[in-house]
């Protein structure tokens, strides 16, 4: 199972953005592998599919961008969708809310003392 979704998940950057209007099947089958529960959204994490799907909605990587935000380089610019476009995309907004409602964000709550987050990482309810 693990070789089929890593195999899925590379196909996020090679070969679907040249093929959107033939992508909603395959947000489907990941959303409702997603969908299955939080051991499957690790699952999902784990081979990097959360980056490549915002990646492939944003048109750019998530990761690059956290650094320019001092002001000084010029962001990326971001992927434009037609309306035809986003109708293909609804699965692929479902597949990320299941991973982020799969992570245990309890530890990243405002603790009251210290005024900021208890912790940066994120663990997982399994």
Same mark, same amino acid.
């Given at each position: 199972? =693990?070789?089929?979704?890593?195999?899925?998940?590379? !196909?996020? %950057?090679?070969?679907?953005? $040249? =093929?959107? !209007?033939?992508? $909603?099947?395959?947000?489907?089958?990941?959303?409702?592998?997603?969908?299955?529960?939080?051991?499957?959204?690790?699952?999902?994490?784990?081979?990097?599919?959360?980056?490549?799907?915002?990646?492939?909605?944003?048109?750019?990587?998530?990761? %690059?961008? %956290?650094?320019?935000?001092?002001?000084? $380089?010029? $962001?990326?610019?971001?992927?434009?969708?037609?309306?035809?476009?986003?109708?293909?995309?609804?699965?692929?907004?479902?597949?990320?809310?299941?991973?982020?409602?799969?992570?245990?964000?309890?530890?990243? !709550?405002?603790?009251?003392?210290?005024?900021?987050?208890?912790? %940066?990482?994120?663990?997982?309810?399994?």
């Amino acid at each position: 199972m =693990n070789r089929l979704l890593a195999t899925l998940v590379s !196909k996020l %950057e090679k070969d679907l953005p $040249a =093929n959107v !209007k033939l992508s $909603a099947q395959f947000f489907w089958v990941l959303a409702e592998f997603a969908q299955m529960g939080a051991r499957q959204c690790r699952q999902l994490i784990d081979l990097d599919a959360f980056r490549q799907l915002v990646k492939f909605l944003l048109g750019v990587d998530p990761t %690059e961008t %956290e650094g320019n935000s001092d002001g000084g $380089a010029e $962001a990326p610019s971001r992927r434009r969708w037609t309306s035809l476009q986003l109708r293909e995309l609804g699965d692929l907004h479902r597949a990320l809310a299941y991973m982020i409602l799969a992570c245990d964000t309890g530890s990243l !709550k405002d603790d009251g003392d210290s005024g900021g987050l208890a912790s %940066e990482q994120r663990s997982f309810i399994i």
